[in-house]
Structure formats: structure tokens, C-alpha cells
């Protein structure tokens, strides 16, 4: 059983340049998230989805687009990448809300935009 | 909004002594509160949730919380340390209408001297 599995694991960009960030899970989770991790600052929600077909915005959204096509996938896209957007990025998903069902995070995404 | 606060970037214990790591919320409205722990190179993997039942909650590998609503805190407590607990650990708050978004506190890196 893999859970959550993220892809790629390591990427450089430079400046500008877009991507996009594969998370798949086979647990068949209903909710699925992507956060980013920096230095003495946590994780931060970036976007979330509650179901297949729906996506919403978390507490940093600005810079990322998400889609929810299938529900085993939740892509992670950057438009146009910054520095600001150099960071380590998490996929979760969950059965049900956080609330009453843990959160099974990937081994991340680290990224750097030069 | 509901948020939490980890005091501590960073705490230091010998082996077999007690571990505390601090988080206080805020929340308006009654929260559901997490302890997750991250081990180098991995995802989060949750130790332990508050959800309105027990104040005192026990999880994995002997870590317990308990939740204080006069002093808004909810620190994890381990009466006895070992080096296998060096880890990053993470406060995590969500309440019941938010639609699964779990908000992450700063983190606290723990290391264990033997």
C-alpha cells in the first residue's frame, strides 16, 4: 500500500518557468491538501479539495493553481515561479474532515526557484 | 480565525528526562486540536487529537496532551525521553465548520542527548 505518493522529489527552477506537482493517493481519501514548509514558519495551506471536482483556497494561494480531475490525484500547479516560492512542499489526504480523520502526508516536494 | 502558537523552536532533553513541548490556541468556538510529529526526510504522522472528549489524551509512543481551556494550552508531555523522540513536532488546530482545514503551528525541533 503506497498512502501518499509525491512527484518529483527534488526539482530547480529558475525564475518564470512553470511546473507542476503530482500527488496520488490510494486510499481512496475524499479530502486531499497541499501544504509548503519553511523554516520557523510550520506548514501552511496552500489549497485544499473536499471531493473530486472541487478545490479551495487555503492560507497562501497566491502563486498556485490546483486541480482535482480524479479523485486519487490533486495537482499542484506554479504559473510562473518565484524565489519566494523556493520551499518544501506536503501533499495530505484524509477520509474525512481533519477533524476526525488523520491527515496521511507524502514525503514532499523540495523545490528551488533560482 | 483560529490559530495556534508553538513557544519553542527549538528544546533540548537527555535521555530519560521529561519532554514538554508548549502550543496555545485561539479559537472562538470550541477547537479540535493535534500533536504531529515529523521525522527527518518524511511527512507528518499524527500522535494525538483532542476532539471534545477526554481533556487528557494519550497517543503513540507514551506522548500525551492535556487540554486547558482556562490557559487556552494544549502541551505535549513525555515523562521519559529517548533518542528515537528526536523529531520536529507540530500543534494543529481545526474547528467543526471549516471544512477540513487543519492550520499548523510553527513547529518545535526536539533533540534528545544521550
Known amino acids: 500500500n503506497a498512502g501518499v505518493t509525491q512527484t518529483p522529489k527534488f526539482r530547480v527552477l529558475k525564475t518564470g518557468q512553470s511546473m507542476t506537482l503530482l500527488c496520488a493517493q490510494d486510499?481512496?481519501?475524499?479530502?486531499m491538501y497541499w501544504y509548503r514548509q519553511d523554516p520557523g514558519m510550520g506548514l501552511r495551506l496552500i489549497h485544499y479539495?473536499?471531493?473530486?471536482?472541487?478545490?479551495a483556497k487555503g492560507e497562501v494561494p497566491d502563486g498556485y493553481n490546483v486541480s482535482r480531475l480524479k479523485k486519487q490525484n490533486f495537482l499542484l500547479g506554479l504559473e510562473s515561479a518565484a524565489p519566494s516560492q523556493t520551499s518544501v512542499y506536503f501533499c495530505?489526504?484524509?477520509?474525512?474532515?481533519?477533524?476526525?480523520?488523520?491527515?496521511?502526508f507524502g514525503n514532499g516536494t523540495r523545490l528551488t526557484v533560482t | 480565525a483560529q490559530s495556534v502558537t508553538q513557544l519553542g523552536s527549538h528544546v533540548s532533553v537527555s535521555e530519560g528526562a521529561l519532554v514538554l513541548l508548549r502550543c496555545n490556541y485561539s479559537?472562538?468556538?470550541?477547537?479540535?486540536l493535534f500533536w504531529y510529529v515529523q521525522y527527518p526526510n518524511q511527512g507528518l504522522q499524527l500522535l494525538l487529537k483532542?476532539?471534545?472528549?477526554?481533556?487528557l489524551v494519550k497517543g503513540i509512543n507514551g506522548f500525551e496532551a492535556e487540554f486547558k481551556k482556562s490557559e487556552t494550552s494544549f502541551h505535549l508531555t513525555k515523562p521519559s525521553a529517548h533518542m528515537s523522540d528526536a523529531a520536529e513536532y507540530f500543534c494543529?488546530?481545526?474547528?467543526?465548520?471549516?471544512?477540513?482545514?487543519?492550520?499548523f503551528g510553527q513547529g518545535t525541533e526536539l533533540s534528545v542527548k544521550p
Open positions: 495530505a489526504s484524509s477520509a474525512r474532515t481533519a477533524m476526525n480523520s488523520p491527515l496521511h
Open positions: 486510499m481512496n481519501h475524499e479530502y
Open positions: 479539495s473536499v471531493g473530486e471536482g472541487t478545490t
Open positions: 479559537s472562538s468556538v470550541p477547537p479540535y
Open positions: 483532542y476532539t471534545s472528549a477526554a481533556t
Open positions: 494543529a488546530v481545526t474547528i467543526y465548520n471549516q471544512g477540513g482545514k487543519l492550520i
